[in-house]
């Protein structure tokens, strides 16, 4: 027994009370955009980019649904004008919301859903459908519901079937084997229902977005409500964001 009480005291306190607040060391997050103006025709970024997440140079701007924080970007940057801190705070309801540039850093602040919240804010069901994902993402994806984070404290779970889930939760670029199940897992979700893009991946392909063995036209007809980036995403990206968008506030069981 005391053996067992020196192991909990040396462990601490693992779970996180303010998630909203939490902020994780040595996590390669939210790429940094500095003020100083680029080399003239220098595209040494660009290049050094595998999933084209720089859509435009002058002003400087990423695409976070692309980017998968490889960090081979800033090393190259001759104006080092590009750097990578701990943010996880990054998810967004539009797609459009994930480009940051200099003048807008960080995707807008996630306003709360009426309908969402109306709907799922006291209990919310999700299903996880990994469509050829590399099992990055669903390894976080795992993680939410640890001591750390415990996602089930708000009422929020993941279950194995679809017929008893709210919304589904993407991870993977979609490849032809998975498109069909993965219609059929959504088709068997009652309504109301919702799809949430997890990863890069899942938002825009991410480094398989040419592959010919992606199909995404899925999502052509079903548009996520909350995009979640990353490579993978952190587990208080998705937690954060699913608060957020249910008007659940810090600290709240």
């Given at each position: 027994m005391f053996r067992s009480l020196r192991v909990r005291i040396a462990q601490g306190r693992q779970y996180i009370g303010d998630l909203r607040a939490a902020s994780p060391a040595n996590f390669r997050g939210l790429p940094v955009i500095g003020a100083a103006p680029c080399a003239s025709a220098c595209q040494a970024c660009v290049d050094a980019c595998p999933t084209q997440a720089f859509t435009r140079l002058d002003p400087l701007e990423i695409?976070?649904?692309?980017?998968?924080?490889c960090g081979d970007c800033a090393p190259v940057c001759p104006e080092q004008k590009?750097?990578?801190?701990?943010?996880?705070?990054?998810?967004?309801?539009?797609?459009?919301?994930?480009?940051?540039?200099?003048?807008?850093?960080?995707?807008p602040p996630i306003a709360v859903s009426a309908a969402l919240k109306k709907q799922f804010g006291r209990s919310l069901r999700l299903r996880s459908v990994s469509a050829g994902?590399?099992?990055?993402c669903e390894a976080e994806l795992n993680a939410v519901g640890n001591v750390n984070f415990d996602l089930g404290r708000y009422g929020i779970e993941f279950v194995a079937s679809p017929r008893h889930a709210d919304g589904l939760v993407l991870s993977g670029p979609i490849t032809h084997n998975m498109a069909e199940p993965l219609q059929l897992c959504f088709d068997a979700q009652p309504r109301p229902r919702f799809v949430l893009a997890f990863g890069a991946c899942a938002?825009?392909?991410g480094l398989f977005a040419q592959a010919p063995q992606v199909e995404r036209l899925f999502l052509a007809h079903n548009v996520p409500v909350l995009y979640v980036p990353g490579c993978p995403p952190h587990p208080l990206t998705l937690v954060v964001a699913l608060m957020d968008v249910l008007g659940i506030a810090a600290g709240t069981p």
């Open positions: 695409d976070l649904g692309r980017c998968i924080q590009l750097t990578f801190s701990n943010g996880c705070h990054t998810a967004a309801v539009r797609r459009e919301d994930l480009l940051i540039s200099a003048a807008r850093p960080t995707p994902g590399c099992n990055g938002i825009s392909g």
